[in-house]
């Protein structure tokens, strides 16, 4: 644990409280969400991770039919919906493979229907208990089921009315993990998984060490996790124990700082959770300050050029994942933007931002989501002030597998797909040193896709020193 309380660095020392007097650590990191399907996002840099992921692939591009056809006679009579699909299934393996038979109008509900679903790879980590029914206590995560799963599926079978192509998927996906040459292969992803909920404690220390090894810390963070979840409690325990304080909004964007730097003032609109360094917790309701949607709007009036879909995605998304915060003398925006798709509204972004300011001192620490290079240089464009990294350097690097609900997507499938997505931008008033992006994803000659254990998160953190005013 970094130990550097307010015992050892207290408000006397004006270096220390003023964040722009002295060097600061600043980040913007997004943490992942939520997620339940271990395979969906291949970790290429770990070698026994691909293993086990190859040996249930393979399964699922050779599952035969009869495999499904002994499951669907244990689950006893189905109802003439269920039945018509099965015999399209049936038709479809004349000439073709079962998992080809998943394509996009097979698989539309599955990313909406998520309740009452037992689907053993997509929810693999998903736990029991929203399935409302009855388990032994250590059984707590889809996965447990593998080797007895059946009699838990038959008691969901009323709710597979609702679309018995979720039932067709889920049985199918069910039938693979459960093989059992598959199952040791299985066991040893789920287990491990940073998904897992056994394991939020380990996920906790990887995702926020690089940020409590520093002294004093101000951190732009996405994806925080929701109020009163587990994953919350023990993220803010673990930065409270380490001296820092959380301000998090209601639409999961956080600031994470040092708590000897003083409670900062909230300038944006919303509703806001503080975690306290003396682990109590408090709400507040800010009404009278920066309303983000209508700065949005003016933006927008003013940039005619921007086409709907990415006005409603700025407007209606962007907007919510925005949080300002004042200390003394620095201003921190942090935004997690939807993807603006063309440059006229990378433009806006930029210059959403630049309205947000207001002040001598500040500091953008955003997920842009923007993913070309031209549209991240275009965004570039807009600032006098420093935006680091540069569009050509790789903030992310996902590589999705054949795993998961959009299998039928060729052009996101067996793809790695890279793009400069995480920036800090810092005023002219203020220096910038010790630019860094971890882990390195960004050379042709790494091989590293995200996330992986030791850094359990799709983004990398990008972070650097924030030094004194520069007059």
């Given at each position: 644990?970094?130990?550097?309380?307010?015992?050892?660095?207290?408000?006397?020392?004006?270096?220390?409280?003023?964040?722009?007097?002295?060097?600061?650590?600043?980040?913007?990191?997004?943490?992942?969400?939520?997620?339940?399907?271990?395979?969906?996002?291949?970790?290429?840099?770990?070698?026994?991770?691909?293993?086990?992921?190859?040996?249930?692939?393979?399964?699922?591009?050779?599952?035969?039919?009869?495999?499904?056809?002994?499951?669907?006679?244990?689950?006893?009579?189905?109802?003439?919906?269920?039945?018509?699909?099965?015999?399209?299934?049936?038709?479809?393996?004349?000439?073709?493979?079962?998992?080809?038979?998943?394509?996009?109008?097979?698989?539309?509900?599955?990313?909406?229907?998520?309740?009452?679903?037992?689907?053993?790879?997509?929810?693999?980590?998903?736990?029991?208990?929203?399935?409302?029914?009855?388990?032994?206590?250590?059984?707590?995560?889809?996965?447990?089921?593998?080797?007895?799963?059946?009699?838990?599926?038959?008691?969901?079978?009323?709710?597979?009315?609702?679309?018995?192509?979720?039932?067709?998927?889920?049985?199918?996906?069910?039938?693979?993990?459960?093989?059992?040459?598959?199952?040791?292969?299985?066991?040893?992803?789920?287990?491990?998984?940073?998904?897992?909920?056994?394991?939020?404690?380990?996920?906790?220390?990887?995702?926020?060490?690089?940020?409590?090894?520093?002294?004093?810390?101000?951190?732009?963070?996405?994806?925080?996790?929701?109020?009163?979840?587990?994953?919350?409690?023990?993220?803010?325990?673990?930065?409270?124990?380490?001296?820092?304080?959380?301000?998090?909004?209601?639409?999961?964007?956080?600031?994470?700082?040092?708590?000897?730097?003083?409670?900062?003032?909230?300038?944006?609109?919303?509703?806001?959770?503080?975690?306290?360094?003396?682990?109590?917790?408090?709400?507040?309701?800010?009404?009278?300050?920066?309303?983000?949607?209508?700065?949005?709007?003016?933006?927008?009036?003013?940039?005619?050029?921007?086409?709907?879909?990415?006005?409603?995605?700025?407007?209606?998304?962007?907007?919510?994942?925005?949080?300002?915060?004042?200390?003394?003398?620095?201003?921190?925006?942090?935004?997690?933007?939807?993807?603006?798709?063309?440059?006229?509204?990378?433009?806006?972004?930029?210059?959403?931002?630049?309205?947000?300011?207001?002040?001598?001192?500040?500091?953008?620490?955003?997920?842009?989501?923007?993913?070309?290079?031209?549209?991240?240089?275009?965004?570039k464009n807009q600032f006098d002030e420093l935006v680091f990294p540069e569009p050509n350097v790789d903030t992310t690097s996902k590589h999705r597998s054949l795993l998961h609900g959009q299998c039928y997507d060729r052009d996101k499938c067996l793809v790695t797909v890279k793009a400069s997505k995480d920036k800090i931008i810092v005023s002219s008033g203020l220096s910038f040193s010790s630019g860094n992006v971890s882990p390195n994803v960004d050379s042709d000659k790494v091989d590293m896709t995200l996330p992986t254990i030791s850094h359990p998160s799709d983004h990398c953190m990008v972070s650097g020193v924030l030094g004194k005013i520069m007059f």
């Open positions: 644990m970094g130990n550097f309380c307010s015992n050892n660095q207290t408000a006397s020392s004006s270096n220390l409280i003023n964040p722009v007097n002295g060097d600061t650590f600043i980040c913007t990191f997004n943490l992942l969400g939520d997620a339940t399907n271990p395979f969906e996002f291949l970790s290429k840099s770990d070698s026994s991770y691909m293993l086990n992921y190859k040996n249930i692939e393979i399964y699922a591009a050779n599952i035969f039919l009869s495999h499904i056809e002994k499951i669907f006679i244990q689950l006893g009579p189905q109802t003439e919906n269920i039945n018509l699909q099965m015999e399209r299934l049936r038709n479809h393996c004349v000439n073709e493979s079962i998992w080809s038979f998943f394509k996009k109008n097979i698989l539309s509900n599955d990313n909406k229907i998520l309740d009452k679903r037992l689907n053993m790879m997509t929810m693999a980590n998903a736990p029991l208990k929203d399935l409302g029914l009855t388990f032994e206590n250590n059984v707590t995560q889809q996965w447990h089921l593998v080797s007895n799963w059946v009699d838990t599926f038959k008691q969901l079978l009323p709710y597979y009315e609702r679309d018995a192509n979720l039932f067709l998927w889920d049985m199918c996906c069910n039938v693979i993990v459960s093989q059992p040459d598959v199952i040791p292969s299985y066991q040893t992803i789920c287990r491990t998984s940073i998904f897992n909920s056994n394991n939020v404690l380990d996920l906790t220390e990887s995702l926020f060490k690089p940020i409590i090894s520093n002294k004093k810390v101000i951190a732009g963070v996405q994806e925080f996790p929701a109020e009163g979840s587990e994953k919350c409690k023990t993220f803010t325990r673990y930065l409270n124990d380490n001296c820092l304080n959380v301000i998090a909004s209601s639409n999961s964007v956080a600031i994470i700082y040092s708590s000897f730097l003083g409670k900062p003032t909230i300038k944006t609109n919303g509703d806001y959770t503080w975690y306290f360094e003396d682990g109590t917790v408090s709400k507040e309701k800010i009404v009278n300050e920066i309303n983000p949607i209508e700065t949005m709007i003016q933006v927008i009036d003013a940039n005619l050029e921007v086409s709907e879909k990415d006005k409603n995605g700025l407007v209606g998304t962007t907007t919510k994942k925005t949080m300002i915060v004042e200390f003394s003398s620095l201003r921190v925006i942090n935004i997690h933007a939807k993807e603006p798709k063309e440059r006229q509204a990378a433009s806006t972004l930029a210059k959403y931002i630049k309205t947000l300011s207001g002040s001598e001192n500040w500091i953008a620490l955003c997920d842009t989501n923007i993913s070309s290079y031209d549209v991240g240089n275009e965004f």
